[in-house]
Protein backbone atom coordinates (compact mmCIF):
# COMPACT_ATOMS: atom_id res chain seq x y z
CA UNK A 1 0.00 0.00 0.00
CA UNK A 2 2.76 2.35 0.57
CA UNK A 3 4.47 2.28 -2.69
CA UNK A 4 1.35 2.57 -4.31
CA UNK A 5 0.43 5.30 -2.33
CA UNK A 6 3.55 6.74 -3.16
CA UNK A 7 3.67 7.15 -6.76
CA UNK A 8 -0.23 8.55 -6.51
CA UNK A 9 0.50 11.42 -4.29
CA UNK A 10 3.73 12.36 -6.13
CA UNK A 11 1.22 12.55 -8.89
CA UNK A 12 -0.16 15.73 -10.57
CA UNK A 13 -2.41 17.68 -13.19
CA UNK A 14 0.28 16.85 -15.32
CA UNK A 15 -0.17 12.79 -15.25
CA UNK A 16 0.88 10.03 -13.15
CA UNK A 17 4.50 10.28 -11.79
CA UNK A 18 7.21 8.22 -12.67
CA UNK A 19 9.98 8.18 -9.52
CA UNK A 20 13.42 5.94 -9.37
CA UNK A 21 13.88 3.35 -7.53
CA UNK A 22 15.99 5.66 -4.54
CA UNK A 23 13.18 8.54 -5.13
CA UNK A 24 10.01 5.59 -4.46
CA UNK A 25 11.86 4.43 -1.52
CA UNK A 26 12.68 7.41 0.19
CA UNK A 27 9.18 8.41 -0.32
CA UNK A 28 8.01 5.12 1.40
CA UNK A 29 10.02 5.72 4.25
CA UNK A 30 11.35 2.65 4.08
CA UNK A 31 14.66 2.05 4.88
CA UNK A 32 16.24 -1.46 4.40
CA UNK A 33 17.10 -1.79 0.44
CA UNK A 34 15.53 -5.71 0.74
CA UNK A 35 12.90 -4.96 2.54
CA UNK A 36 11.74 -2.70 -0.30
CA UNK A 37 12.95 -4.08 -3.08
CA UNK A 38 10.75 -7.64 -1.85
CA UNK A 39 7.69 -5.71 -1.80
CA UNK A 40 8.31 -3.50 -4.63
CA UNK A 41 8.79 -7.06 -6.51
CA UNK A 42 5.38 -8.04 -5.89
CA UNK A 43 3.87 -5.22 -7.36
CA UNK A 44 5.80 -5.07 -10.70
CA UNK A 45 3.69 -5.77 -13.53
CA UNK A 46 0.28 -5.73 -12.25
CA UNK A 47 0.09 -2.74 -10.04
CA UNK A 48 3.42 -0.94 -10.72
CA UNK A 49 5.45 -0.53 -14.44
CA UNK A 50 9.35 -0.89 -14.37
CA UNK A 51 10.04 1.30 -17.21
CA UNK A 52 13.83 2.68 -17.84
CA UNK A 53 13.34 5.85 -16.06
CA UNK A 54 11.87 4.59 -12.95
CA UNK A 55 8.43 3.30 -12.08
CA UNK A 56 4.91 4.18 -12.04
CA UNK A 57 1.21 2.80 -11.44
CA UNK A 58 -0.56 0.64 -14.07
CA UNK A 59 -4.27 1.16 -14.46
CA UNK A 60 -4.65 -1.27 -11.78
CA UNK A 61 -2.15 0.44 -9.71
CA UNK A 62 -4.10 3.88 -10.36
CA UNK A 63 -7.48 2.55 -9.54
CA UNK A 64 -5.63 0.75 -6.13
CA UNK A 65 -4.32 4.29 -5.60
CA UNK A 66 -7.86 5.94 -6.10
CA UNK A 67 -9.77 3.09 -3.35
CA UNK A 68 -7.05 4.17 -1.20
CA UNK A 69 -7.79 8.01 -1.16
CA UNK A 70 -11.59 7.05 -1.29
CA UNK A 71 -11.00 5.22 1.86
CA UNK A 72 -8.88 7.37 3.72
CA UNK A 73 -11.71 9.32 5.79
CA UNK A 74 -14.27 6.61 6.20
CA UNK A 75 -13.18 5.83 10.35
CA UNK A 76 -13.79 9.22 11.38
CA UNK A 77 -16.81 10.90 9.43
CA UNK A 78 -20.01 10.92 10.84
CA UNK A 79 -23.25 12.60 10.17
CA UNK A 80 -25.68 12.49 12.89
CA UNK A 81 -29.51 12.42 11.77
CA UNK A 82 -31.32 15.06 10.09
CA UNK A 83 -34.31 15.41 8.64
CA UNK A 84 -34.58 14.50 4.86
CA UNK A 85 -36.62 17.32 3.63
CA UNK A 86 -36.80 15.88 0.03
CA UNK A 87 -38.47 12.63 0.60
CA UNK A 88 -41.84 12.40 1.51
CA UNK A 89 -43.49 11.09 4.84
CA UNK A 90 -43.46 7.54 5.65
CA UNK A 91 -46.72 5.66 5.05
CA UNK A 92 -46.87 5.26 8.88
CA UNK A 93 -46.57 8.83 8.90
CA UNK A 94 -43.12 9.03 10.64
CA UNK A 95 -40.49 11.73 8.73
CA UNK A 96 -37.74 9.69 6.87
CA UNK A 97 -34.47 10.85 8.46
CA UNK A 98 -30.97 11.10 6.71
CA UNK A 99 -27.60 10.35 8.23
CA UNK A 100 -23.50 8.96 7.24
CA UNK A 101 -21.93 6.33 9.03
CA UNK A 102 -19.28 3.63 8.29
CA UNK A 103 -19.11 4.96 4.76
CA UNK A 104 -22.34 5.12 3.96
CA UNK A 105 -25.68 7.42 3.25
CA UNK A 106 -28.91 6.03 5.27
CA UNK A 107 -32.68 7.40 4.92
CA UNK A 108 -35.15 5.88 7.39
CA UNK A 109 -38.25 6.57 9.04
CA UNK A 110 -38.01 7.87 12.86
CA UNK A 111 -41.14 6.12 13.40
CA UNK A 112 -41.09 2.41 11.89
CA UNK A 113 -37.45 1.99 10.56
CA UNK A 114 -38.17 1.21 7.79
CA UNK A 115 -35.25 2.31 5.34
CA UNK A 116 -35.34 3.90 1.89
CA UNK A 117 -31.86 4.21 0.73
CA UNK A 118 -28.50 2.88 2.51
CA UNK A 119 -25.30 3.52 -0.18
CA UNK A 120 -21.49 4.10 0.10
CA UNK A 121 -20.69 7.56 -0.51
CA UNK A 122 -17.47 8.92 -0.36
CA UNK A 123 -16.50 11.27 2.39
CA UNK A 124 -14.80 13.34 0.27
CA UNK A 125 -17.45 14.30 -1.89
CA UNK A 126 -19.63 16.55 1.01
CA UNK A 127 -18.97 18.31 3.79
CA UNK A 128 -19.77 17.13 7.03
CA UNK A 129 -20.67 20.50 8.56
CA UNK A 130 -23.58 21.02 5.79
CA UNK A 131 -25.88 17.95 5.84
CA UNK A 132 -27.17 19.24 2.77
CA UNK A 133 -24.33 18.51 0.50
CA UNK A 134 -23.87 14.88 1.85
CA UNK A 135 -27.78 14.83 0.11
CA UNK A 136 -26.81 16.03 -3.36
CA UNK A 137 -23.47 13.61 -3.12
CA UNK A 138 -25.71 10.58 -2.25
CA UNK A 139 -28.63 11.35 -4.83
CA UNK A 140 -25.45 11.95 -7.38
CA UNK A 141 -23.93 8.52 -6.12
CA UNK A 142 -26.71 6.56 -6.42
CA UNK A 143 -27.64 8.73 -9.91
CA UNK A 144 -24.52 7.48 -11.70
CA UNK A 145 -24.48 3.90 -10.43
CA UNK A 146 -27.91 3.39 -11.48
CA UNK A 147 -27.67 5.05 -14.79
CA UNK A 148 -24.52 2.63 -15.93
CA UNK A 149 -25.85 -0.18 -14.64
CA UNK A 150 -29.22 0.43 -16.54
CA UNK A 151 -26.66 0.95 -19.84
CA UNK A 152 -25.06 -2.71 -18.86
CA UNK A 153 -21.99 -1.56 -17.74
CA UNK A 154 -20.32 -1.74 -13.73
CA UNK A 155 -20.07 1.85 -12.69
CA UNK A 156 -16.75 0.19 -10.34
CA UNK A 157 -14.97 -2.34 -12.76
CA UNK A 158 -16.87 -1.72 -16.24
CA UNK A 159 -17.71 -5.25 -15.85
CA UNK A 160 -20.94 -6.58 -17.90
CA UNK A 161 -23.75 -6.92 -15.16
CA UNK A 162 -26.86 -9.53 -15.42
CA UNK A 163 -30.20 -8.15 -14.17
CA UNK A 164 -33.39 -10.65 -12.42
CA UNK A 165 -36.20 -9.41 -10.92
CA UNK A 166 -36.26 -11.94 -8.16
CA UNK A 167 -34.96 -11.37 -4.79
CA UNK A 168 -33.93 -14.11 -2.13
CA UNK A 169 -36.70 -14.85 0.94
CA UNK A 170 -37.04 -12.77 3.84
CA UNK A 171 -34.34 -10.37 1.87
CA UNK A 172 -36.68 -7.29 2.78
CA UNK A 173 -37.65 -7.69 5.95
CA UNK A 174 -33.92 -8.61 7.19
CA UNK A 175 -32.57 -4.82 5.80
CA UNK A 176 -35.83 -3.41 7.08
CA UNK A 177 -36.36 -2.47 3.38
CA UNK A 178 -39.89 -1.47 1.65
CA UNK A 179 -41.27 -4.77 0.84
CA UNK A 180 -42.29 -4.59 -3.16
CA UNK A 181 -43.99 -7.32 -4.76
CA UNK A 182 -41.21 -7.42 -7.94
CA UNK A 183 -37.79 -5.50 -7.38
CA UNK A 184 -35.02 -5.06 -10.10
CA UNK A 185 -31.98 -6.88 -8.83
CA UNK A 186 -28.41 -5.63 -10.84
CA UNK A 187 -25.26 -7.75 -10.16
CA UNK A 188 -22.23 -7.29 -11.85
CA UNK A 189 -20.64 -10.73 -13.68
CA UNK A 190 -16.39 -9.78 -12.36
CA UNK A 191 -16.60 -7.81 -9.01
CA UNK A 192 -20.12 -8.48 -7.57
CA UNK A 193 -21.01 -4.77 -7.15
CA UNK A 194 -24.85 -4.89 -7.08
CA UNK A 195 -27.87 -2.46 -6.64
CA UNK A 196 -31.59 -2.94 -5.86
CA UNK A 197 -34.61 -1.24 -6.03
CA UNK A 198 -38.36 -0.68 -8.10
CA UNK A 199 -38.24 -1.65 -11.52
CA UNK A 200 -40.03 1.61 -12.46
CA UNK A 201 -36.76 3.62 -10.94
CA UNK A 202 -34.12 1.47 -12.29
CA UNK A 203 -35.89 1.78 -15.92
CA UNK A 204 -36.34 5.44 -16.13
CA UNK A 205 -32.86 5.99 -17.37
CA UNK A 206 -33.33 3.85 -20.32
CA UNK A 207 -33.55 6.45 -23.62
CA UNK A 208 -37.26 6.68 -24.36
CA UNK A 209 -38.22 6.71 -20.67
CA UNK A 210 -35.79 9.08 -20.04
CA UNK A 211 -36.58 11.10 -22.89
CA UNK A 212 -40.69 11.15 -21.90
CA UNK A 213 -39.65 12.10 -18.74
CA UNK A 214 -37.01 14.75 -19.55
CA UNK A 215 -39.33 16.79 -21.75
CA UNK A 216 -41.49 16.98 -18.66
CA UNK A 217 -39.35 19.00 -16.53
CA UNK A 218 -37.60 15.81 -15.15
CA UNK A 219 -33.59 16.09 -14.56
CA UNK A 220 -32.65 12.95 -12.58
CA UNK A 221 -29.33 14.58 -11.61
CA UNK A 222 -31.13 17.33 -10.26
CA UNK A 223 -34.14 15.28 -8.08
CA UNK A 224 -33.25 12.94 -5.95
CA UNK A 225 -34.63 9.14 -6.47
CA UNK A 226 -36.55 9.39 -3.28
CA UNK A 227 -38.33 12.35 -4.72
CA UNK A 228 -39.32 12.05 -8.06
CA UNK A 229 -41.77 13.86 -9.42
CA UNK A 230 -43.95 11.07 -11.86
CA UNK A 231 -46.21 8.18 -10.97
CA UNK A 232 -45.66 4.84 -12.24
CA UNK A 233 -47.45 1.24 -12.33
CA UNK A 234 -45.97 -1.94 -13.09
CA UNK A 235 -47.77 -5.33 -14.54
CA UNK A 236 -46.15 -8.72 -15.22
CA UNK A 237 -46.85 -9.73 -18.35
CA UNK A 238 -44.77 -12.99 -18.13
CA UNK A 239 -42.25 -14.60 -16.29
CA UNK A 240 -40.18 -16.78 -18.58
CA UNK A 241 -39.10 -14.57 -20.37
CA UNK A 242 -39.50 -11.94 -18.29
CA UNK A 243 -41.86 -9.27 -19.84
CA UNK A 244 -42.92 -6.27 -17.57
CA UNK A 245 -45.50 -3.37 -18.42
CA UNK A 246 -44.52 0.19 -17.07
CA UNK A 247 -46.52 3.25 -17.00
CA UNK A 248 -45.27 6.37 -16.31
CA UNK A 249 -47.47 9.66 -15.73
CA UNK A 250 -46.16 13.07 -15.46
CA UNK A 251 -47.46 16.43 -16.66
CA UNK A 252 -50.90 14.78 -17.21
CA UNK A 253 -49.26 12.68 -20.02
CA UNK A 254 -48.52 8.80 -19.94
CA UNK A 255 -45.87 6.55 -21.61
CA UNK A 256 -46.62 2.84 -21.34
CA UNK A 257 -43.32 0.61 -22.36
CA UNK A 258 -42.96 -2.96 -22.33
CA UNK A 259 -39.32 -4.08 -20.93
CA UNK A 260 -37.88 -7.46 -20.93
CA UNK A 261 -35.63 -9.15 -17.81
CA UNK A 262 -33.06 -6.69 -18.99
CA UNK A 263 -34.80 -3.50 -18.92
CA UNK A 264 -34.76 -3.12 -23.30
CA UNK A 265 -37.68 -1.24 -23.82
CA UNK A 266 -39.25 -3.69 -26.85
CA UNK A 267 -42.80 -1.71 -27.15
CA UNK A 268 -43.94 2.04 -25.75
CA UNK A 269 -46.75 4.02 -26.80
CA UNK A 270 -47.33 7.81 -25.75
CA UNK A 271 -50.40 8.66 -24.59
CA UNK A 272 -50.96 12.61 -24.18
CA UNK A 273 -53.37 14.41 -22.17
CA UNK A 274 -54.40 11.00 -20.70
CA UNK A 275 -54.89 12.02 -17.24
CA UNK A 276 -56.55 14.69 -16.29
CA UNK A 277 -54.15 18.00 -14.47
CA UNK A 278 -55.43 19.21 -11.16
CA UNK A 279 -55.61 23.10 -11.46
Known amino acids: MGIISALGEASGEGGYATLSFSE ?11 HFNYHLKKLVEEFVEDREDG ?11 QAIVAQQQLPSTEVAPFDLHSADECH ?15 AECNECDESIQYYPVSPRSFDVADPDTLVTAAARR ?3 DESSMVRGVCPYCTGNVTWSFE ?3 GY ?5 MQQEDIVSHVACDDCAWFMYGTIGGKARFNT ?3 SFLATRGHDPWREPPWGEPFEYTERVLSDDPWRLELTYELEGDELTVTVDGSLNVIDHELTEGAVDRED
Open 24 to 34: LQEATGIEDNG
Open 55 to 65: YALTLAGIRAY
Open 92 to 106: CGGVIEAWYENGRFH
Open 142 to 144: ITR
Open 167 to 169: MPE
Open 172 to 176: WAENG
Open 208 to 210: IIS
